[in-house]
């Protein structure tokens, strides 16, 4: 009786043996399409980011573009140069034609002022600084002792700047090289 029982113990571990051995193959060939599929579904999740990345970069660049050339008109109203021979005084009093100068530079910023979320922050602080710098150098010359009224102002204020290069041409060079890396 116990070899009986031996031998169907021997019997029944063989048998398990055997299913052992068919379930193997379909236990490994489980592993390896889990692990294929894993890396597919992967690499179809960063080819799908990719293409939308893309497609928003298709369609953010142009506006980034525009916010670069609304800023750069900006720098370009700005500068002392163009602004002093567009703003003309309407009296010579010295004080209401330095507020008019100070007042158009302000309204031309305020005006392109969103625009600093299409640029960089070093782009936009660039920008900002030049418009500080040439409301600083118009408070300065109408406080020069050759400026004693609004052409006098005028007249101080070009002379000065033939020579120099102003802040908002320092500001649009930089914006012109950050534009030129975007392609």
């Known amino acids: 009786m116990f070899v009986q029982t031996h031998i169907i113990l021997m019997e029944e571990m063989t048998q398990i043996l055997s299913y052992f051995a068919y379930l193997l193959p379909a236990i490994v060939v489980a592993i390896i399409v889990y692990y294929f599929f894993k ?74 002022v969103t625009q600093q979320i299409y640029v960089t922050p070093e782009c936009w602080n660039l920008i900002n600084a030049a418009k500080n710098a040439t409301i600083h150098v118009i408070r300065q010359a109408v406080m020069h002792e050759n400026a004693s009224d609004a052409d006098g102002i005028r007249e101080y204020l070009l002379r000065n700047f033939m020579e120099e290069i102003t802040p908002s041409q320092k500001a649009l060079a930089y914006m012109k090289k950050e534009v030129s890396e975007l392609f």
């Open 39 to 112: 890396g597919h579904i992967a690499n179809e999740e960063g080819r799908r980011r990719y293409l939308i990345q893309k497609e928003a970069q298709n369609k953010v660049l142009p506006m980034r573009l525009q916010a670069y050339e609304r800023l750069s008109l900006l720098l370009e109203r700005i500068d002392p140069n163009k602004l002093l021979i567009r703003v003309k005084p309407f009296s010579d009093d010295l004080e209401k034609y330095e507020k008019l100068l100070i007042q158009n530079i302000e309204t031309e910023f305020e005006h392109n």
